[in-house]
T-cell receptor, first 115, second 111 residues
Framework: KAGVTQTPRYLIKTRGQQVTLSCSPI?????VSWYQQTPGQGLQFLFE???????NKGNFPGRFSGRQFSNSRSEMNVSTLELGDSALYLC??????????????FGPGTRLTVL | GEDVEQSLFLSVREGDSSVINCTYT??????LYWYKQEPGAGLQLLTY?????DMKQDQRLTVLLNKKDKHLSLRIADTQTGDSAIYFC???????????FGKGTSLLVTP
């Protein structure tokens, strides 16, 4: 079974631009979560989508948004990019067998550099 | 303080056992995870343990959980140079699918 895939793997943008990252979950997985990884802050939860609805949200500004499609694929968007948005963005998928939590499997990440 | 804490570095000799420790604060955490990250890669799920278990063994990996002290450890037997990586401890938060991660323990295995 194929793992979680993320595209693109690398992105370079300039301040003020916007960016869209894509995540395809493991086949059959219906929940997609997004995380930001930086050297200073470590791994931080952005949001989780299930059945095309945002179910959980971390403590990030409104410039960070996402959506999920009917085939469970998800995209996240960052508008008005800032230098501090440079990070590895990781997507994780899970079966969501319970409403509380379930095992999450991560993709390889998208490395975003903001110049 | 941090929700999940880990020591930052560990160095062991090839063939020895490695023990990586983690403490967490949220007593409602039901799943506790260990992930491995190699340079330039995403997170690889190594193993996980439910909060109602004390121990889980999976080949070279042994996870011990002391729920009273909120302490989790990962033991890697017969550590190999290919085990050199950053190891993250994670606990599910009381808000559900958000995972709280430690800062990661960088394991260096020397020949």
């Amino acid at each position: 079974k194929a793992g979680v895939t993320q595209t693109p793997r690398y992105l370079i943008k300039t301040r003020g631009q916007q960016v869209t990252l894509s995540c395809s979950p493991i086949s059959g997985h219906r929940s997609v979560s997004w995380y930001q990884q930086t050297p200073g802050q470590g791994l931080q939860f952005l949001f989780e989508y299930f059945s095309e609805t945002q179910r959980n949200k971390g403590n990030f500004p409104g410039r960070f948004s996402g959506r999920q499609f009917s085939n469970s694929r998800s995209e996240m968007n960052v508008s008005t990019l800032e230098l501090g948005d440079s990070a590895l963005y990781l997507c994780a998928s899970s079966l969501r067998r319970t409403t509380f939590t379930d095992t999450q499997y991560f993709g390889p990440g998208t490395r975003l550099t903001v110049l | 303080g941090e929700d999940v804490e880990q020591s930052l570095f560990l160095s062991v000799r090839e063939g020895d056992s490695s023990v990586i420790n983690c403490t967490y604060t949220d007593s409602s955490s039901t799943y506790l995870y260990w992930y491995k990250q190699e340079p330039g890669a995403g997170l690889q799920l190594l193993t996980y343990i439910f909060s109602n278990m004390d121990m889980k063994q999976d080949q070279r990996l042994t996870v011990l959980l002391n729920k009273k002290d909120k302490h989790l450890s990962l033991r890697i037997a017969d550590t190999q140079t290919g085990d050199s990586a950053i190891y993250f401890c994670a606990a599910n938060s009381n808000s559900g699918y958000a995972l709280n991660f430690g800062k990661g323990t960088s394991l260096l295995v020397t020949p």
